[in-house]
């Protein structure tokens, strides 16, 4: 490894190649790959570099298991069977792996029923080498993933422009495909295959049709290719408009017998280009997207005409839910309004993509009343890694924990514990197909993310998609481990920092339930005043906080929008009683009054100016112990990740002064002790014009 490939972050969590203190006394006499066939090549190889690596020498490959082998092999080997339980092995099913010591052999085996379940075992294996540990006893290690179809949505356009990206332009090199392979494709398999990610979708859910051109289709043919090696399907976005624009059909109405075939064929053409494919997103009559309801059909008619045309295949849809009408008065109850009713009408390889929050990705949402309520028809969760609502790549947010409160919500659709999670993973309803999906953050800059925490963002939804519950706090150490650096002190330093980073978010952004009070467009700074003359009212902060002199929030219970009816008891009850709804969710679903007391004794305005204060105070923890970080760090990046807390720090000081200053001119009181008094000026903050120009 270059120098400068450690130092600007391109190596990923690939970086460090440092042991865990405890396992220096691990390093395996040999390596020994039973492969009749050249399968687990791949494999192999990642395990023979890696261990080389951590221990800094060249270790033997053998034919024959000796004491102290790692020992690699498909699980349809003879000798592999006497060590485990078949039962076991058929559990395992396509990707999932055992490590396990032989206490026979004194080896340690690495197993899985195909190449791509052994490749996860080497990573495993060497992420478990890296980051905790390890003796014997505790390589008895069985994994397989919770869900099926763990994906990436990129958001990347046929111009190489990434919708909502903030790391530069977009990976694809469309005009240099399919003649020119960029190496960034095999690298960018490799770091997926390395989290367990399995499939992704290369194009952007605003789909150009022109996607499903030949001229395109061979172009994916070749990132296929680069990406089938680590296991990684493509999926493409696709434009339900497509028969006509491209196929010249009158419209592109599913009931149609000639709009049926065109997708038939197409699909085909795919399948002969791509024999692994996995099969299409759509977002349709959404956002001026075309969709089956132009044609009076529904959401299901739309989805199930393509599943119908990818099922010969083994192909899948994933038919998005984000949908939203400019005139409904409550945007956070028009999915499932639209979608419930449709339940038991899909496909069964038809999956339901849902946001996690009923808005839009917002620093806190609770979760979207469709989990637990699709019972017939699957759903699939829909996280954003890359952040549009979250300081872009400008600001420090660990995501974990936003995922983790997201997935460990309970939505008592079937009683108690029955959490996000387990209604999504297969765990409680069960289908063919269970997947989950993460709204890249990917792009050319050098470190892929723009912000070198960004990548613990990408690495932690992929821990997540392969486990639901795993804890996010072991995750960003695991991450910290590898990428940053194996001294004890400043990795729990770190991680403070990163667990408590998106709190802080919050607070300084949209605490107690508030959101999108972001620029109605670029989604970046605070404009809660936003008023835009044509723009639809759900895109305008005024729409969403319904600030006046009584008091703020959006009335979602039972007296005002009653959103909280989407929801099963207790939570219907919880949300909609403002004794008993949590007060992160409390302005989410309630108007509350100023002199509202909060839980502290606090009136609500104090609290929410508080809340301000506390965001700026925690990032100015940060920012003092990223300072120490100085003789630990790589030089650039500290620097860099230095340069970037410096920005968030001074954009939390704007978002508290903008918003305290805004509601301030409602609720006519004075700001509390201990909230520093705002820098800047309201007139002049409403006059600043954001710069979209900086950021890319
Ligand atoms: C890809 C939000 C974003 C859009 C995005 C849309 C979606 O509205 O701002 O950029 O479009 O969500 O998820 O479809």
Known sequence: ????????????WFAQSQLHSHNHSLQPKSLVVTDMDGKLTLASNELLNGLNQLFQTSIKQKSRVSK????????????????????????????????????????????????????????????????????????????????????????????????????????????????KVSPRYKKYARANASIGINGT??????????????????????????????????????????????????????????????????VKEIYELIPDFGGFLVKANSEGQPGPMDYGCTHADGANMLADALKPYGGIVMWRAFVYNPKGWDRAKQA???????????????????????VDFQ??????????????????????????????????????????????????AKGKGSTVAKVTDGSIYNHPVSGIAGVANIGEDNNWCGHHFAQ??????????????ADVKTIAEEWVRQTLTQKDKVVSSIVEVMMNSREATVNYMTPLGLHHLMGWDHHYGP???????????????????????????????????????????PLRSEFDNIATCPEEYLLWFHHVPWNHKMENGQTLWNQLCLKYQEGVDEVK????????????????????????????????????????????????????????????????????????KHHN
């Open 201 to 266: 979708v290369l194009n952007n859910v605003n789909a150009n049709p022109h996607i499903l051109t030949t001229e395109y289709l061979k172009k994916v043919m070749v990132i296929a290719s680069e990406l089938r090696p680590y296991g990684i399907q493509v999926y493409l976005s696709v434009n339900f408009a497509s028969p006509a624009v491209l196929g010249g059909l009158d419209d592109a109405n599913p009931k149609k017998e000639e709009v049926k075939d065109w997708w038939k064929n197409k």
């Open 527 to 569: 404009e809660p005043w936003c008023v835009v003359e044509g723009a639809r009212p759900d895109w305008l902060p005024t729409y969403y906080h319904k600030a006046d002199s009584i008091g703020i929030g959006f009335d979602r219970s039972s007296t005002g929008s009653n959103a909280v009816k989407q929801y099963f008891e």
């Open 456 to 469: 613990a963002n990408w690495y932690v939804f992929g821990r997540l998609a392969w486990n639901p519950d």
């Open 68 to 179: 102290g082998s790692v020992w690699l092999s498909l699980t349809n080997n003879s000798e592999v069977i006497q060590f485990i339980d078949p039962q076991e092995l058929k559990a395992l099913g396509e990707d999932g792996f055992i490590i396990k010591y032989i206490d026979e052999k004194k080896s340690v085996l690495i197993t899985g029923n195909n190449q791509k379940a052994v490749l996860y075992g080497v990573f495993h294996y060497l992420r478990l080498l890296q980051t905790v540990a390890i003796d014997k006893d505790s390589l008895n290690i069985t994994e397989i993933p919770k869900y099926k179809v763990r994906i990436l949505n990129h958001w990347d356009n046929l111009d190489g422009s990434v919708e909502r990206g903030y790391a530069g332009r977009s990976i694809w090199k469309w005009d240099e495909l399919p003649t």
């Open 336 to 358: 499932y309004e639209e979608f419930l009713p449709l339940d038991e009408q899909f496909r069964d390889n038809v999956m339901i993509q849902v946001k996690n929050g009923p």
């Open 363 to 412: 620093p806190r949402e609770p979760l979207s009343p469709m989990f637990g309520a699709m019972k017939e028809t699957q759903v699939m969760p829909e996280l954003q890694i890359t952040q549009e609502y979250l300081g872009f790549s400008d600001h420090l947010v660990y995501l974990g924990t936003l995922y983790q409160e997201f997935l460990q919500s309970d939505t008592y």
């Open 1 to 12: 490894m270059s120098l400068q490939a450690q130092i600007d972050g391109s190596n990923l």
């Open 621 to 692: 923890k940060s920012q003092e112990v990223w300072s120490k970080m100085k003789t630990y760090i790589d030089e650039q990046q500290f620097k860099e990740v230095q340069e970037k807390i410096a920005i968030q720090l001074k954009e939390a000081i704007w978002w508290k002064d903008a918003c305290i200053l805004y509601f301030q001119t409602f609720s006519k009181q004075p700001f509390p002790e201990g909230v520093e008094e705002p820098v800047h000026k309201l007139e002049e903050l409403k006059k600043l014009k954001f710069d979209l």
